[in-house]
């Protein structure tokens, strides 16, 4: 009997996770995840301090204005 493409994709993506998937060990994923917040820490001030660079630039500017 023919067996339905869904349920053998299911079946060899189930296999693929189980038998080649490597998965980290806890080590390396506690690492990780420390990289991921410094990085995302690095990225929110950067983005605060271009934030607040542009904020007193545009209050100098709407006040030359006025």
Do not use: C, Q
Request: aromatic share 10%; charged share 20%; hydrophobic share 50%.
């Amino acid at each position: 009997m023919k067996k339905y493409k869904l349920l053998t994709d299911i079946e060899e993506s189930y296999n693929e996770l189980v038998h080649k998937v490597s998965w980290p060990t806890r080590k390396e994923l506690v690492n990780s995840t420390i990289v991921v917040m410094v990085a995302s820490i690095i990225s929110a001030i950067a983005i605060w301090l271009v934030d607040l660079g542009i904020n007193f630039i545009m209050e100098r500017i709407y006040n030359l204005a006025l």
